[in-house]
């Protein structure tokens, strides 16, 4: 008898395309009201809840257990459970959209903001803290923001390395401390597929409303809105071999349980500084070069520069 996971394989080479779906997963520590929101459903989304809904059915009554949950990708067989894990601000976009907008509306010049920035520069505070304060004044500023939207766009080459990810079948996930609101438009804007999309739950919801909430599933550790760490530790505990790609701080707790990082920016030079091996990349040009010309060794588990060092930072329980 085929496995559970063999069975989800069989049923994608004859066409099953559905665990492409765009979904954030949230949880409801640390006193936010926490709102979640499927992202619009498309006939691809449909298609996964259908199948899923019929292959758990057989499941069951075969007794074979190891589905995916929902939200949850599949495991591929053909490709030595490579991921891809993205950062998206100034990583899969060429802009880091969510500093643009702060910058644009003003909200960096803001009192408030300035006090939790001088916090957050002097470490004593993360981004959850400084997050806190600053989305708050995003508050009945859609149209504003969707207008600074418009001047965005994906950083060069990064359409071809999805593409080429989706057609050996590689799970892409975008990891990001930014807001759910701008990553799912601009996403659907670009045509951009991920399998799963984790960042913060701050969306202007249909009614108007605004949620403000945070994607950290860590209770021991408060520091960043989004626990980047904690999302890469668990695909590394599913036997996953992680490529990550990322651009500032937040990426250096993500990149930390890795096996290879594409770097550049602020989190190239945190790893130099540390001694760490990676990728510089400025392009997804760069990081095809390499991945794509070298995607044997990948696969394999083989490829030069895995990462080396331990993470001494983060906190689990
Ligand atoms: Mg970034």
């Given at each position: 008898m085929q496995t559970s996971l063999q069975t989800v394989d069989a049923l994608r080479r004859s066409g099953?395309?559905?665990?492409?779906t765009c979904e954030s997963s949230f949880h409801t520590k640390g006193g936010f009201a926490f709102s979640f929101t499927k992202p619009k459903a498309n006939a691809n989304v449909i298609d996964t809840d259908r199948r899923l809904s019929l292959l758990r059915m057989f499941a069951k009554r075969m007794k074979i257990t190891g589905l995916p949950r929902d939200g949850e990708r599949g495991t591929h067989m053909?490709?030595?459970n490579l991921v891809i894990v993205t950062d998206f601000d100034?990583?899969?976009?060429?802009?880091d959209v969510g500093d643009t907008v702060m910058k644009e509306l003003g909200i960096l010049e803001r009192e408030e903001t300035i006090e939790v920035t001088r916090k957050f520069i002097g470490k004593e505070i993360g981004t959850m803290k400084w997050i806190e304060v600053?989305?708050?004044?995003?508050?009945?500023r859609q149209a504003e923001v969707d207008e600074l939207l418009e001047s965005v766009s994906p950083r060069q080459g990064a359409p071809r390395f999805l593409d080429f990810c989706k057609e050996r079948q590689i799970p892409v996930i975008i990891l990001?401390?930014?807001?759910a609101y701008y990553i799912e438009k601009l996403t659907q804007k670009f045509g951009i597929e991920a399998d799963k999309i984790i960042s913060n739950p701050i969306r202007y919801l249909s009614d108007g409303e605004y949620s403000l909430g945070f994607q950290n599933p860590?209770?021991?550790?408060?520091?960043?809105?989004?626990?980047k760490a904690d999302a890469v530790r668990r695909l590394k505990e599913e036997g996953s071999k992680v490529v990550y790609i990322g651009d500032g701080v937040s990426d250096l707790y993500g990149s930390s349980f890795a096996d290879w990082i594409f770097a550049r920016s602020t989190l190239a030079n945190f790893l130099t500084e540390s001694g760490e091996q990676f990728y510089r990349f400025e392009t997804f040009d760069d990081i095809m070069d390499v991945f794509a010309g070298d995607f044997d060794a990948f696969s394999a588990g083989?490829?030069?520069?895995m990462r080396a060092k331990e993470n001494t930072f983060c906190r689990f329980a």
């Open positions: 099953y395309t559905g665990h492409r053909d490709n030595n100034g990583t899969l976009m060429k802009e600053a989305y708050s004044f995003l508050e009945g990001s401390d930014g807001m860590n209770p021991s550790c408060r520091w960043c809105g989004c626990c083989t490829a030069a520069r």
